[in-house]
């Protein structure tokens, strides 16, 4: 299988590879992984491989991988969250493109070529409703169908499905190849270093950190909450602007991420660079609390959490002395 541009994830390329070789691929795989980290990159690389009669497959040039590529093939079919981030299921007349029952429809279709390969980027996204409607096409797919189901959180997946699924594991690469990455696309090695704590092995993080004045907003965030865990006095997050240049949801990622990595820096004896003076907190029972505060954060986010409100409440939890100590509000 042509690998190239893939970064890491090579125990699972060489498992799908020789299920491959040996006509033993399941008709239903799930990718499961953080966010960002190459999984959608190798299910398609993967599904293209089977429709490229190349010796190093896919080629990226032939007939069928350049439909592939254009996203014309009538036998590739990706599905993918909305602008609301969701995948919808859809009206059972209309039957949209986008949708769970559109893709159902396809299905139900006798493929050209003799094979389907299908791609959903986000079954988690799927509501329950849609899930359930797509239970039954995963229970009996086409024979000739491959699909692959892609997500980040699997608690989010009916049980029904995920016992119908070969569940393949991704795991964040190691810092060294978020750091090739970004070299590849012209970042220098010193704001490489600074973005990949903040990255947490997730390619597209990274990349979305690379511009200036996203990284600085979080980075400003990220000081303004070390400081306060330092010092007490009041707390003032510069949320807004933060939100301005990333959505909520990158924000609490880089900050998980960055405090993480600073937890496992100091348990492991190592001390954070002299360029993380000012953000990296040298106490591991705030930073272990700090962390479970920003997941709980991010579930919230699915509540309609406000942020700024959220993340002052829950921060003067860890250290209430604090001066105004607010409520931990919601606001729906």
């Known amino acids: 299988m ?102 159902i429809e396809r299905l139900s279709r006798r493929s050209v070529s003799g094979f389907t390969a299908v791609i959903v980027d986000g079954v988690d996204r799927i509501p329950e ?51 090739a990455f970004l070299a590849e696309r012209g970042v220098d090695a010193a704001t490489a270093m600074l973005i990949a704590p903040f990255a ?40 807004e602007k933060a939100a301005r240049a990333a959505d909520a949801e990158t924000v609490l990622d880089a900050l998980v991420n960055f405090f993480r990595w600073n937890l496992v820096a100091l348990e492991s004896g190592i001390a954070p660079p002299v360029e993380f003076d000012g953000l990296a907190l040298s106490d591991s029972e705030s930073l272990f609390g700090l962390v479970k505060i920003l997941l709980a954060l991010k579930k919230g986010q699915s509540h309609n959490l406000n942020l700024r409100i959220g993340l002052k409440g829950m921060l003067y939890s860890l250290y209430p002395g604090g001066d105004h100590a607010p409520g931990p509000g919601i606001s729906t």
Not at 62 to 84: K, M, V
Not at 132 to 137: H, S, Y
Not at 149 to 162: E, G, K, W
């Open 2 to 103: 042509n690998t190239t541009g893939i970064l890491g994830h090579d125990r699972q390329i060489e498992l799908l590879v020789r299920m491959a070789a040996r006509d033993r691929l399941p008709q239903t795989m799930l990718f499961a992984g953080t966010d960002g980290i190459g999984k959608r990159l190798v299910a398609r690389r993967f599904l293209a491989s089977l429709f490229c009669t190349a010796p190093e497959s896919p080629c990226l040039s032939c007939p069928a991988c350049s439909l592939i590529e254009r996203g014309t093939h009538p036998d590739f079919i990706e599905l993918g969250p909305n602008e609301r981030g969701i995948i919808p299921i859809g009206d059972e007349d209309k039957r949209e493109e986008g949708t769970v029952r559109r893709l």
């Open 129 to 179: 409703e849609g899930q359930n409607a797509l239970l039954k096409t995963i229970e009996e797919p086409p024979l000739s169908a491959r699909i692959i189901l892609i997500a980040s959180n699997s608690s989010r997946i009916l049980p029904t499905i995920l016992s119908r699924c070969l569940v393949m594991k991704f795991h964040p690469p190691q810092e060294e190849a978020i750091r």
């Open 200 to 239: 947490g092995g997730s390619f597209a993080l990274a990349a979305a950190l690379v511009d200036d004045a996203r990284r600085g907003e979080v980075t400003a965030l990220c000081r303004e909450m070390a400081r306060y865990l330092r010092e007490g006095d009041s707390f003032d997050p510069p949320v």
